[in-house]
């Protein structure tokens, strides 16, 4: 058995470790990463795959905390998968929420991890999408992934999710209008969390009328629930709504997202590939530099050099 | 003459409308811009490239206002481009600065483009870059960058500039503070502006603790001064300060960050020329939806598909 043989044997046997450690070679990106998920790829497709997003401040770490506590409580697996942003800066995550949720990684039934990304946010989807593979293949019954904001990144993020849960609160009033009727385009279930307060009706009343003109995919019209993560109310609602998304997938529209989602990760891995390439082509190929050099001389232009530079490029 | 060569004629005659088309031409990636940037690059170089950036409400709009209007007493010519961050689902800018800068778009030396962008942020840059370019050719001596906020997108839209200037108001504390030691790697030259406001003298001390702890890139410490753009107070000596990077710059530093943006642009040239191959491969290629329907059946996984579509990829 070699290394990764019996890492992926681990995790089929749904050991904690060998999920950890997985994912670390998954996250840095390892020269193994790519056998092992290879070697998972036929094990995969049987987790329900939850988004969960929102502005900051919206609750959503208290809300991936009452999901666990009551998928527990149905005798489900439960796989959490938190992505924070990462300052370009320093590479250290943003925590807070996270600690908070860390009272949950109790390994019974339950596994809680971070991401702490550095590197581009392109790359950040793709690392996303294959450790939610690790935890579909390790048998977990339900994969969430958290992301904070509602921005291209966060929605890039997502995508990998069968249902997404987009969560508001009240007084955040403007992240929904900077959304505008690309709503209903990513959320499947909308909640209004911390509905004990003021406003909690203008901000149903804001989605709403937002979902109103947005265009609906298929026949599913996402609905909007109010829940008080801080107490768990709503959570069981949550959960009914997410299963009747489940059942209104299997009518066809889950075959349609999922080849979709085949397509546009099978072009992006091979970008991804192709770039591995292109670094190992520059390394040995002296034309570089002297390309460079005679781009500055102004002897050439960038955009000629490029074409000149592809069309020698040896792959394999 | 092809209306290429014509319209490179009329931007090294400085016509603004040549200008103009030349910018939409780059801006939505027509076929006929890869031949226009080829023919203009030998004729760039000669502009004073400089980048405005800082977090949302810190008054960059108005400085470059004051920025352009000194300029042009100094009799020089401007450039700006000002690029606006755009909601991924409904594909508009989010106005409101633009509006108080059209205000100098006066065609008496100076050209204001607001770049409206839809698409990634991964193209925003290249575009910025060429963007840059077109005004540069054109002749002005001043070409201005201004983009919102200071993420890691931004930092790759304004690593184009020569010269950084990295713009603060008082009551911003927490943007600085999110950036941390990364200051000195983007900013040149740091501006608290607003600076009529209490709390004007602890923005600036926030910034020079952060300075102190940052590594420094050759011998330029970076200065920071107080504006008041809005009444034009300081624009005298920011100017001053962008003159001294200048002349800083003219060291040897400028040549090893020429040589360093150039391998960049080089690299990011040769995968967006290979993604437009293989675009077109996968046109021609009636493998690609037989393997995405092997992946779904799980008969193969998409890493190793990815691998069998790259190697029979013909590029040229």
Do not use: C
Not at 43 to 65: E, M, N
Not at 105 to 127: C, D, E, P, Q
């Amino acid at each position: 058995l070699t290394k990764i043989d019996s890492l992926v044997k681990g995790i089929l046997e749904r050991d904690d470790l060998s999920i950890s450690k997985a994912i670390t070679i998954v996250e840095n990106d390892f020269p193994e990463s790519n056998d092992l998920l290879i070697q998972l790829y036929p094990h995969t497709g049987k987790a329900a795959i939850i988004g969960i997003t929102g502005p900051a401040g919206s609750g959503k770490s208290t809300l991936v905390g009452q999901l666990i506590r009551e998928y527990r409580k149905m005798k489900k697996t439960v796989g959490v998968v938190a992505v924070d942003p990462t300052s370009p800066f320093t590479g250290g995550a943003f925590l807070g929420d996270r600690i908070r949720m860390q009272d949950y990684v109790t390994g019974n039934g339950v596994f809680i991890r971070s991401m702490a990304t550095r590197g581009n946010l392109g790359g950040l989807a793709k690392t996303t999408k294959d450790v939610v593979r690790i935890l579909d293949a390790s048998g977990k019954d339900i994969v969430i992934v958290e992301t904070v904001g509602v921005g291209q990144a966060e929605v890039g993020i997502i995508s990998v999710a069968h249902t997404t849960v987009l969560l508001f609160a009240p007084g955040l009033g403007d992240e929904i209008q900077a959304l505008k009727a690309g709503l209903s385009e990513i959320g499947d279930v909308f909640v209004v969390n911390k509905a004990d307060r003021e406003n909690a009706e203008k901000t149903v009343n804001d989605i709403n009328s937002i979902l109103n003109t947005g265009d609906i995919d298929g026949t599913w019209r996402p609905p909007i629930i109010k829940t008080i993560a801080i107490t768990g109310e709503g959570t069981e609602e949550l959960i009914n709504l997410i299963d009747q998304h489940r059942e209104y997938l299997k009518t066809g529209v889950f075959e349609r997202r999922l080849r979709k989602s085949i397509e546009t990760e099978l072009i992006e891995e091979i970008k991804q590939k192709f770039t591995l390439h292109l670094t190992n082509n520059l390394k040995r190929e002296v034309d570089f530099k002297s390309l460079v050099n005679q781009i500055l001389k102004k002897e050439i232009d960038p955009y000629t050099a490029a074409e000149l530079i592809l069309r020698k490029i040896t792959i394999g």
